[in-house]
T-cell receptor, first 112, second 114 residues
Framework: QKEVEQNSGPLSVPEGAIASLNCTYS??????FFWYRQYSGKSPELIMF????GDKEDGRFTAQLNKASQYVSLLIRDSQPSDSATYLC????????????FGSGTQLTVLP | SAVISQKPSRDICQRGTSLTIQCQVD?????MFWYRQQPGQSLTLIAT?????????ESGFVIDKFPISRPNLTFSTLTVSNMSPEDSSIYLC???????????FGDGTRLSIL
Protein backbone atom coordinates (compact mmCIF):
# COMPACT_ATOMS: atom_id res chain seq x y z
CA GLN A 1 0.00 0.00 0.00
CA LYS A 2 1.35 3.38 -1.00
CA GLU A 3 1.89 5.77 1.87
CA VAL A 4 0.44 8.78 0.06
CA GLU A 5 -2.13 8.28 -2.68
CA GLN A 6 -3.50 10.71 -5.22
CA ASN A 7 -5.66 10.29 -8.29
CA SER A 8 -3.19 10.62 -11.13
CA GLY A 9 -5.75 12.27 -13.40
CA PRO A 10 -5.61 13.93 -15.72
CA LEU A 11 -8.24 16.22 -14.24
CA SER A 12 -9.75 18.78 -16.57
CA VAL A 13 -11.89 21.70 -15.46
CA PRO A 14 -13.18 24.72 -17.38
CA GLU A 15 -11.75 28.14 -16.65
CA GLY A 16 -13.50 29.74 -13.68
CA ALA A 17 -14.58 26.44 -12.13
CA ILE A 18 -13.45 24.92 -8.84
CA ALA A 19 -10.76 22.26 -9.11
CA SER A 20 -10.74 19.69 -6.31
CA LEU A 21 -7.63 17.63 -5.69
CA ASN A 22 -7.59 14.82 -3.17
CA CYS A 23 -4.97 12.92 -1.22
CA THR A 24 -5.07 10.12 1.34
CA TYR A 25 -2.25 8.94 3.57
CA SER A 26 -1.67 5.74 5.49
CA UNK A 27 0.38 6.86 8.50
CA UNK A 28 -2.06 8.00 11.18
CA UNK A 29 0.80 9.68 13.04
CA UNK A 30 1.56 12.05 10.15
CA UNK A 31 2.22 15.56 11.35
CA UNK A 32 2.31 17.99 8.45
CA PHE A 33 0.70 18.18 5.04
CA PHE A 34 1.78 20.09 1.97
CA TRP A 35 0.64 20.83 -1.54
CA TYR A 36 3.25 21.59 -4.19
CA ARG A 37 2.63 22.69 -7.76
CA GLN A 38 5.01 21.52 -10.46
CA TYR A 39 5.00 22.91 -13.96
CA SER A 40 6.48 20.74 -16.67
CA GLY A 41 10.27 20.96 -16.58
CA LYS A 42 10.31 22.92 -13.33
CA SER A 43 10.89 22.08 -9.69
CA PRO A 44 8.05 21.83 -7.14
CA GLU A 45 6.73 25.08 -5.73
CA LEU A 46 4.96 25.22 -2.36
CA ILE A 47 1.29 26.21 -2.63
CA MET A 48 -0.17 25.43 0.77
CA PHE A 49 0.65 23.70 4.03
CA UNK A 50 -1.67 22.66 6.83
CA UNK A 51 -1.00 21.16 10.23
CA UNK A 52 -4.40 21.15 11.98
CA UNK A 53 -7.81 19.70 11.16
CA GLY A 54 -10.08 21.99 9.22
CA ASP A 55 -9.69 24.46 6.40
CA LYS A 56 -6.90 26.88 5.57
CA GLU A 57 -7.45 29.50 2.91
CA ASP A 58 -4.90 31.53 0.95
CA GLY A 59 -6.30 33.52 -1.93
CA ARG A 60 -7.91 31.16 -4.42
CA PHE A 61 -6.50 28.11 -2.65
CA THR A 62 -8.05 26.21 0.26
CA ALA A 63 -6.43 23.23 1.93
CA GLN A 64 -8.66 20.91 3.94
CA LEU A 65 -7.40 18.36 6.45
CA ASN A 66 -9.33 15.55 8.13
CA LYS A 67 -6.96 13.50 10.26
CA ALA A 68 -9.68 11.06 11.35
CA SER A 69 -10.26 10.12 7.73
CA GLN A 70 -6.55 10.53 6.83
CA TYR A 71 -7.53 12.81 4.01
CA VAL A 72 -6.23 16.13 2.75
CA SER A 73 -7.55 18.10 -0.19
CA LEU A 74 -6.79 21.22 -2.19
CA LEU A 75 -9.50 23.39 -3.71
CA ILE A 76 -8.65 25.91 -6.38
CA ARG A 77 -11.40 28.47 -6.92
CA ASP A 78 -11.81 30.45 -10.14
CA SER A 79 -9.37 28.13 -11.91
CA GLN A 80 -7.15 29.74 -14.52
CA PRO A 81 -5.24 28.20 -17.44
CA SER A 82 -2.05 29.15 -15.57
CA ASP A 83 -3.09 26.69 -12.85
CA SER A 84 -2.52 23.83 -15.30
CA ALA A 85 0.25 21.78 -13.70
CA THR A 86 0.89 18.66 -11.67
CA TYR A 87 -0.10 19.00 -8.03
CA LEU A 88 1.88 16.97 -5.53
CA CYS A 89 0.60 16.07 -2.09
CA UNK A 90 3.36 15.57 0.48
CA UNK A 91 3.22 14.34 4.04
CA UNK A 92 5.67 14.31 6.92
CA UNK A 93 5.24 10.86 8.45
CA UNK A 94 5.02 10.46 12.21
CA UNK A 95 8.37 10.20 13.90
CA UNK A 96 10.31 11.43 10.88
CA UNK A 97 12.96 14.12 10.95
CA UNK A 98 10.85 16.32 8.69
CA UNK A 99 11.35 14.29 5.53
CA UNK A 100 8.56 14.43 2.95
CA UNK A 101 6.75 11.49 1.41
CA PHE A 102 5.17 12.46 -1.89
CA GLY A 103 2.12 11.17 -3.69
CA SER A 104 2.34 10.42 -7.38
CA GLY A 105 0.74 13.75 -8.29
CA THR A 106 -2.46 14.83 -10.06
CA GLN A 107 -2.19 16.45 -13.45
CA LEU A 108 -4.63 19.36 -13.72
CA THR A 109 -5.64 21.01 -16.97
CA VAL A 110 -7.75 24.17 -16.92
CA LEU A 111 -9.47 24.62 -20.24
CA PRO A 112 -9.92 28.19 -21.55
CA SER B 1 12.10 31.91 1.94
CA ALA B 2 15.76 31.06 1.31
CA VAL B 3 17.27 31.39 -2.14
CA ILE B 4 18.55 28.00 -3.26
CA SER B 5 21.09 27.68 -6.06
CA GLN B 6 21.70 24.28 -7.59
CA LYS B 7 24.49 23.52 -10.06
CA PRO B 8 24.70 22.28 -12.71
CA SER B 9 21.17 22.83 -14.00
CA ARG B 10 21.58 19.99 -16.48
CA ASP B 11 24.25 17.65 -17.78
CA ILE B 12 24.72 14.79 -20.18
CA CYS B 13 27.20 12.23 -18.94
CA GLN B 14 28.82 9.05 -20.12
CA ARG B 15 28.09 5.69 -18.57
CA GLY B 16 30.48 4.82 -15.75
CA THR B 17 31.40 8.39 -14.86
CA SER B 18 30.45 10.40 -11.77
CA LEU B 19 28.88 13.84 -11.35
CA THR B 20 28.78 16.08 -8.31
CA ILE B 21 25.77 18.36 -7.85
CA GLN B 22 26.05 21.40 -5.63
CA CYS B 23 23.35 23.06 -3.54
CA GLN B 24 24.04 26.49 -2.04
CA VAL B 25 21.61 28.41 0.18
CA ASP B 26 21.83 32.12 0.92
CA UNK B 27 21.11 31.64 4.63
CA UNK B 28 21.73 29.01 7.29
CA UNK B 29 19.11 26.26 7.22
CA UNK B 30 18.19 23.58 9.69
CA UNK B 31 18.02 20.66 7.29
CA MET B 32 18.93 19.83 3.71
CA PHE B 33 17.57 16.93 1.69
CA TRP B 34 18.25 15.32 -1.68
CA TYR B 35 15.43 13.91 -3.82
CA ARG B 36 15.27 12.11 -7.13
CA GLN B 37 12.49 12.45 -9.69
CA GLN B 38 12.61 9.85 -12.41
CA PRO B 39 10.91 10.60 -15.73
CA GLY B 40 7.14 10.82 -15.30
CA GLN B 41 7.38 9.96 -11.61
CA SER B 42 7.01 11.75 -8.32
CA LEU B 43 9.79 12.65 -5.92
CA THR B 44 11.66 10.08 -3.87
CA LEU B 45 13.88 11.02 -0.95
CA ILE B 46 17.46 9.87 -1.36
CA ALA B 47 18.93 11.10 1.91
CA THR B 48 19.05 13.75 4.58
CA UNK B 49 22.32 15.69 4.47
CA UNK B 50 23.62 16.10 8.01
CA UNK B 51 25.99 18.94 8.83
CA UNK B 52 29.39 17.62 9.80
CA UNK B 53 28.41 13.95 9.77
CA UNK B 54 27.37 11.14 7.44
CA UNK B 55 24.10 11.52 5.58
CA UNK B 56 21.05 9.47 6.51
CA UNK B 57 20.01 7.36 3.53
CA GLU B 58 16.57 6.05 2.69
CA SER B 59 15.90 2.43 1.83
CA GLY B 60 17.25 1.60 -1.60
CA PHE B 61 19.95 4.28 -1.61
CA VAL B 62 23.54 3.70 -0.47
CA ILE B 63 26.50 5.92 0.28
CA ASP B 64 28.76 4.27 -2.29
CA LYS B 65 26.37 5.21 -5.08
CA PHE B 66 25.23 8.60 -3.76
CA PRO B 67 27.91 10.10 -1.50
CA ILE B 68 26.72 13.32 0.14
CA SER B 69 28.57 16.04 1.95
CA ARG B 70 27.35 18.94 4.05
CA PRO B 71 30.35 20.83 5.43
CA ASN B 72 28.30 23.74 6.82
CA LEU B 73 24.74 25.03 7.25
CA THR B 74 24.46 26.55 3.77
CA PHE B 75 26.05 24.05 1.37
CA SER B 76 25.70 20.41 0.35
CA THR B 77 26.80 18.19 -2.51
CA LEU B 78 25.39 15.00 -3.97
CA THR B 79 27.56 12.79 -6.15
CA VAL B 80 26.00 10.28 -8.51
CA SER B 81 28.68 7.61 -8.95
CA ASN B 82 29.37 5.08 -11.68
CA MET B 83 26.36 6.30 -13.61
CA SER B 84 24.13 4.12 -15.77
CA PRO B 85 21.16 5.09 -17.95
CA GLU B 86 18.85 4.20 -15.04
CA ASP B 87 20.28 7.19 -13.17
CA SER B 88 18.80 9.58 -15.72
CA SER B 89 16.57 11.72 -13.51
CA ILE B 90 16.05 15.13 -12.03
CA TYR B 91 17.95 15.53 -8.77
CA LEU B 92 16.54 18.09 -6.36
CA CYS B 93 17.92 19.75 -3.28
CA UNK B 94 15.46 20.97 -0.67
CA UNK B 95 15.96 22.95 2.50
CA UNK B 96 14.13 23.45 5.75
CA UNK B 97 14.77 26.82 7.36
CA UNK B 98 13.11 26.14 10.68
CA UNK B 99 11.58 22.99 12.11
CA UNK B 100 7.94 24.02 11.67
CA UNK B 101 8.37 25.55 8.24
CA UNK B 102 7.83 23.90 4.83
CA UNK B 103 10.59 22.64 2.62
CA UNK B 104 11.55 24.61 -0.45
CA PHE B 105 13.24 23.19 -3.50
CA GLY B 106 16.09 24.27 -5.71
CA ASP B 107 15.61 24.35 -9.47
CA GLY B 108 16.95 20.82 -9.87
CA THR B 109 19.63 19.15 -11.96
CA ARG B 110 18.44 17.35 -15.08
CA LEU B 111 20.82 14.48 -15.64
CA SER B 112 20.96 12.26 -18.73
CA ILE B 113 23.33 9.32 -19.05
CA LEU B 114 24.24 8.00 -22.48
Amino acid sequence: QKEVEQNSGPLSVPEGAIASLNCTYSDRGSQSFFWYRQYSGKSPELIMFIYSNGDKEDGRFTAQLNKASQYVSLLIRDSQPSDSATYLCAVTPGGSARQLTFGSGTQLTVLP
Amino acid sequence: SAVISQKPSRDICQRGTSLTIQCQVDSQVTMMFWYRQQPGQSLTLIATANQGSEATYESGFVIDKFPISRPNLTFSTLTVSNMSPEDSSIYLCSVLGQVNQPQHFGDGTRLSIL
